[in-house]
């Protein structure tokens, strides 16, 4: 059975309220029967230095990605991790992290390509627990196993791979979700030893620059639905959008911006990113000004 929506006034605004829950309605509701709770972050570590009671911990990199295929877990292996979690395909899901939920955006995007129909971000994320200094454990939780079936993944309404990505230059709308240096080239993954390398620095062809921080305010919660319409004002919400950023993380962050709470109808993410562009022979980039949405 589904968990009751959060009706914090916020959240009303955007054009799905159901895909996000604040932490007082959360805090009122951890160990209720049916609402578990996830953390994922970049660095997983944080889990162990205290998490919210209760929650378990999904580790993006070796729990959702294919080591071997460079690509997300298939249809098996994430019935596994489930099971392994004890979550159950009728389970309320909330799921937070660090860096405004970067990468729990991205475990929800992945939950979504499984079909899972109640999955909600915790608006904040961890940032937004500690500031209110709520309770948190040390403790692991040993869940039974579930009976999570096997899904098949839902590449096509969710994803973009690069041949695609090849023909939407010049055709479509396309969004680096990056830093204003990273989009011109000026700085590259070699400046930050958390992300993966690309030989090359730059920007798809044609890409617009608009950077994901945009998306929350400093204290991590997502800016009211007014704010982002002005920020995404030169998108055309009914038009095919696809955003990239360096490994996927930011696209998911303003993937879930667009989707669920600007409600824009064809939103995808081109999640190889500019790890798999910048890398590849002869592929074409560009460096510098782009021209505005």
């Not at 990505?165 to 030893?193: A, Y």
């Not at 919400?237 to 696209?251: F, L, Q």
Request: charged residues 25%; aromatic residues 10%; contains cysteine.
């Amino acid at each position: 059975m589904a968990a009751p929506f959060d009706p914090h006034p916020q959240f009303q605004e955007y054009a799905h309220p159901e895909r996000l829950v604040s932490a007082s309605w959360l805090s009122a509701r951890l160990g209720t029967p049916g609402l578990r709770v996830i953390e994922s972050d970049e660095d997983s570590l944080l889990y162990d230095i205290g998490h919210l009671p209760g929650a378990v911990r999904i580790d993006w990199q070796k729990d959702l990605n294919d080591p071997v295929t460079r690509d997300i877990v298939d249809g098996e292996a994430f019935a596994a991790l489930m099971r392994s979690k004890g979550i159950n395909r009728d389970d309320t899901v909330v799921i937070y992290g660090d860096q405004s939920n970067w990468w729990a955006a991205f475990t929800l995007w992945v939950f979504d390509l499984f079909g899972h129909e109640d999955v909600r971000l915790l608006d904040g994320g961890r940032d937004a627990w500690m500031a209110e200094e709520r309770d948190t454990s040390f403790v692991v939780p040993d869940f039974p196993e579930s009976d999570y079936p096997v899904v098949e993944r839902n590449d096509a309404e969710y994803r973009v791979f690069v041949d695609e990505m090849l023909d939407k230059i010049g055709s479509s709308t396309i969004v680096d979700v990056r830093s204003t240096e990273e989009f011109h080239g000026l700085v590259g993954s070699d400046d930050s030893p958390a992300l993966a390398p690309a030989l090359r620095r730059g920007h798809i062809p044609t890409a617009v620059n608009l950077p994901w921080q945009d998306n929350v305010h400093p204290n991590s919660r997502f800016r009211s639905r007014a704010e982002l319409a002005e920020l995404y004002s030169a998108l055309d919400p009914k038009a095919e959008t696809t955003i990239y950023c360096h490994v996927g993380d930011r696209t998911a962050h303003t993937w879930f911006v667009l989707k669920y709470l600007l409600g824009f109808e064809k939103v995808r993410n081109y999640d190889g990113s500019w790890v798999e562009w910048g890398n590849m022979v002869r592929m074409p980039i560009a460096r510098g000004e782009a021209p505005h949405a």
